[in-house]
């Protein structure tokens, strides 16, 4: 018996050797199929292989797969209700080792508590075997339930792959049916089919139209024949309208040319653009049935993981069953030993029947991944076909958007034959008068300053720049402005629309820019009155300085800091020029009450005198000094006012001169120039010194 039973181990070891080289076999094989992504150097050939299958091989390679998947959904949908499944035997069987291990284990408590030692040893044995076989039970029945819910979910994945895939075939099956009714409807297409034969153009197509709509696939074929006349008989582009304005007779005929050719270059671009559509469709379709074939391979992963401990389980449950046996065999009686044999039995059965499972399982694997290496070439080839039939349409469609192009060089050639000699004679006539009204805008502007005008040469010379800025910036405005206008209507654009545009525009900005239209009138008043002119000082408010720039808008001001001010004309109402034909250049000389005034008066003469017979300074000044004599009596000094009559802009120059030589006079002879200074009486003092003495008297 000893003999047997070591016979019996030594057996099983061997079978678990055997089943678990299997096993390691199988994973092996069915790891090597590639999974989702990039596809493999070798897959990528056999797309490249592949990329001419017919569909045909199509066709017959997704009836083939439809139904595979469609026994594979029925038979795990009998086995998930099968009253005989894994699933209701390892539920069943969890069940009995539960309550058999319930009830050994409150029998060994209540011999304890009895203080029974007969048979305890051995029930604690037993509960000990009945663990382990609770024990293996419980994970059979855990895998059980792991196993229904994969088998669920592939149940999911396998009935969305038949819903892509049949959509698939009806797309390559279907077409055949609508073909028949859409040819009574072709008949007005033979008419255009004068316009097809140039069409060997080889452009290729625009993706930008073909990525986001994505048409009904049995429609494209009925879309270019109702499609195409339309581009033929339909009017020439604007482009080309406004390219072919020049004469009547040539003209005609090169736009109804054009519009033919272009009619055609639209019919193929339509034509490209519904197969790079196709294409792209058929194309994510192939990409959809990927995705579910990857998830149906990783539910069959699950499946063949899940067979493979089911095998495991198998074989330690046949393990324990036997040792059940031995010890029921050499202890039980004939029925027992029967019933133990007959569960050792079962136990070899489901341990074939697990190693069978698992060796289904891998073969449904490998199939699954060849099915998939073989749709990874066709969506390989599919991608491929549509990125060509893409790029077919891009060229197609820029071909036809450079047939209407106005600026495409064909185009632009034939405008400038038409256009180009009469443009070219009014810029000419723009600039000719531009240099006309620049030479004689200076003779106009003398003979407008010939009227009253006053002031020197430098006086006159900046009132002409004045002048001759503004006008000819207006005349030269108005020159553009008129040519541009002649240029657009030789260029075929509706002037009288625009003009009725410029009115209504110009009545909206009188209304909402008046302050504007101020400004240009106050500019326009200033420099007619000759107020101020280019290089004058002036004061405008609280802002002083020397005009740098008139405009009819504005003002610009540079004070002594060299900050410039903008004033709108708008904004002057009261200027205070201080250069404005002659200047004066005013001294307040403080003296001290010492001094003789009359001494003081002839010093400054002669001192002023003098200034004047120099030449530099004797051609600023025009008059000679005028004294107005004592002005005031300060708190410390006389003050002796006078005045110096210069030319604009000189009299600050005049001015320093004339305090230098004042102070350099009045130190050689010794007029003071007194500093400030009060005198304070303290009447205090002199009251306590009277009532002092007046102590003394008494």
């Known amino acids: 018996m000893r003999v047997e039973k070591d016979l019996r181990s030594v057996t099983s070891c061997f079978l678990a050797l055997i089943a678990g080289a299997c096993l390691f076999a199988v994973d092996g094989r069915a790891d090597d199929g590639p999974m989702a992504g990039q596809p493999p150097a070798e897959a990528r050939k056999g797309a490249e292989s592949k990329s001419d299958v017919s569909i045909a091989e199509q066709i017959t390679r997704l009836q083939r797969t439809i139904a595979a998947d469609e ?390 010379e900046d009132r002409a720049k004045t002048l001759v800025g503004v006008f000819q910036n207006a005349a030269s405005t108005t020159v553009v402005a008129g040519g541009t206008l002649m240029m657009f209507e030789e260029c075929g654009i509706a002037v009288a629309p625009l003009m009725g545009g410029a009115a209504v525009v110009g009545l909206a900005v009188a209304f909402g820019a008046q302050n504007l239209i101020r400004d240009y009138f106050y500019g326009f008043v200033i420099l007619l009155e000759n107020q101020y002119k280019i290089n004058d000082v002036l004061k405008i408010g609280s802002v002083s300085g020397q005009v740098e720039r008139i405009t009819l808008r504005m003002t610009v001001l540079r004070d002594v800091e060299g900050s410039v001010h903008f004033i709108p004309n708008g904004k002057i109402e009261c200027v205070t020029n201080m250069t404005h034909g002659w200047s004066r250049a005013l001294f307040e000389i403080q003296v001290s009450y010492d001094e003789d005034t009359d001494r003081v008066v002839d010093t400054l003469l002669a001192v002023a005198k003098g200034l004047r017979s120099e030449p530099q300074y004797g051609r600023v000044i025009l008059e000679d000094a005028e004294m107005m004599g004592v002005d005031a009596f300060g708190d410390s000094a006389v003050t002796i006012k006078f005045v110096i009559k210069t030319r604009p802009l000189k009299q600050w120059m005049v001015k320093r001169e004339m305090l230098r030589r004042i102070k350099k006079k009045f130190a050689e002879l010794k007029i003071e120039i007194p500093y400030p200074q009060r005198v304070v009486h303290h009447r205090g003092e002199a009251v306590s010194q009277a009532m002092h003495e007046a102590g003394k008297a008494a």
């Open 71 to 460: 026994k594979q959904v029925s038979e795990l949908t009998t086995e998930e209700n099968n009253p005989e499944s894994e699933f209701r035997k390892a539920e069943a069987e969890f069940k009995a080792i539960d309550e058999r291990f319930n009830i050994e284990k409150e029998e060994i408590a209540r011999k304890k508590e009895a203080g029974e030692e007969v048979g305890l040893k051995r029930l604690e044995e037993a509960l000990a075997e009945t663990e382990k076989a609770r024990k293996l039970a419980r994970e059979r029945f855990d895998l059980a339930i792991q196993t229904r819910q994969t088998s669920q979910e592939q149940i999911k994945a396998i009935e969305e792959k038949l819903t892509q895939n049949r959509a698939a075939l009806e797309r390559l099956i279907g077409p055949a049916t609508p073909a028949a009714p859409a040819t009574p409807a072709a008949p007005p297409a033979p008419a255009e089919a004068p316009m097809t034969p140039p069409a060997p153009v080889t452009p290729a197509a625009p993706a930008p139209a073909a990525a986001p709509p994505v048409a009904t696939p049995t429609a494209p074929p009925a879309a270019p024949a109702a499609a195409a006349p339309a581009p033929a008989v339909a009017a020439p582009m604007p482009g080309t309208q406004a390219t072919f304005l020049g004469s009547p007779t040539a003209g005609d005929q090169a736009r109804e040319k054009a519009s033919q050719e272009v009619a055609r270059a639209e019919q193929i671009a339509q034509e490209k653009q519904l197969a790079a559509e196709k294409a792209l469709q058929t194309a994510e379709s192939l990409s959809g049935r990927l995705k579910s074939l990857d998830k149906d391979i990783e539910s069959q992963r699950k499946q063949l993981a899940d067979a493979r401990r089911r095998a495991e389980l198998a074989a330690q449950t046949r393990e324990v069953r036997e040792r059940e046996y031995q010890k029921i065999a050499e202890e039980g009686g004939l029925e027992e030993t029967q019933a133990a044999r007959t569960k050792k039995e079962e136990a070899s059965e489901d341990v074939i029947k697990s190693q069978a499972t698992v060796t289904a399982q891998m073969e449904r694997l490998q199939e699954l991944q060849a099915d998939r290496a073989a749709l990874q070439s066709e969506e390989f080839a599919a991608v491929s076909a549509a990125k060509e039939r893409q790029i077919e349409s891009i060229r197609a469609q820029e071909k036809v958007v450079s047939l209407k192009n106005p600026f495409a060089l064909h185009n632009v050639l034939q405008w400038l034959l038409d256009h180009g000699p009469r443009l070219t004679l009014i810029v000419l006539a723009m600039f000719v008068l531009r240099v006309v009204i620049k030479v004689a805008m200076k003779r106009v502007v003398d003979i407008m300053m010939q009227r009253g005008f006053r002031g020197t040469y430098e006086e006159s």
